[in-house]
């Protein structure tokens, strides 16, 4: 695979575990963290990295991704530092629990905002220049919870379901430009997310484990190494639905 700029976003301590793996699958690719809370922690972490491999090269962008003004100025830091973005990850997320009875406006209004509106809002500013090079890679991270249940609410579920339409949107829309979009969709992965739950909900998984980060993160070198493969879902749960 040639040369790639990868521009990881958003701001999740648990994608920075994901995408330190799919960028060392790749060697001779830059990446841009972006990560609203962690930017220290994500620099230290990636100038390690590129430590022991001098043709792996990164930096981390502070920027709030459900503002379409930090994400533009965001971007264009990016390009000017690493130059072009040639594949997008959107992967922030928040997941806080609510109850039909309790969920206000602002709880609907926030998740959707962080969860949906963000990628959106990422896809907007890079795709034009991918569509100028005839090449692009987005990859959204979805949820199991787009098409089931879920643990957290209706709040969470709306985010995660409108993050595939917008998966199948862009794909139908871009593939002509050399542009392929698609969703991975983590279920039960063993992050700060469910700690809590931890040995509880991975007793009731066919494995009898949570998932790792590294392995929704090999999905995602998939996903992007795949020119055939657009407008797609795809599911890590560890056999615990089938689709």
């Not at 928040?94 to 998740?111: M, P």
């Not at 991270?141 to 995660?160: D, E, L």
Request: charged content about 20%.
């Amino acid at each position: 695979m040639a040369q790639r700029n990868a521009w990881l976003s958003p701001d999740s301590i648990v994608f920075r575990q994901k995408s330190e793996c799919v960028l060392t699958t790749n060697r001779g690719s830059t990446a841009a963290i972006n990560d609203r809370r962690f930017v220290e922690l994500a620099t230290s972490r990636y100038a390690s990295r590129a430590r022991e491999n001098v043709t792996f090269g990164s930096s981390s962008f502070a920027a709030d991704v459900s503002d379409a003004r930090d994400v533009a100025a965001m971007v264009s830091s990016v390009e000017k530092e690493l130059g072009p973005i040639d594949i997008l990850v959107n992967n922030a997320g928040i997941a806080v629990l609510h109850s039909l009875e309790d969920i206000t406006e602002t709880d609907f209004d926030h998740t959707i905002a962080v969860n949906l509106k963000s990628a959106f809002l990422c896809t907007q500013a890079v795709w034009p220049g991918m569509r100028a090079r005839r090449w692009g890679r987005i990859v959204n991270i979805s949820s199991g919870a787009a098409r089931g249940a879920g643990g957290f609410g209706v709040h969470y579920n709306a985010s995660k379901a409108g993050m595939e339409g917008l998966t199948r949107g862009y794909a139908a829309r871009l593939l002509s430009h050399g542009i392929t979009v698609n969703a991975v969709a983590p279920s039960l992965i063993d992050t700060e997310m469910i700690a809590s739950q931890r040995e509880t909900i991975a007793a009731t998984l066919p494995l009898k484990r949570l998932g790792t980060s590294e392995e929704v993160a090999a999905v995602v070198v998939m996903v992007v190494t795949n020119a055939y493969m657009t407008g797609q879902t795809v599911h890590v749960n560890g056999g615990r639905q089938f689709n």
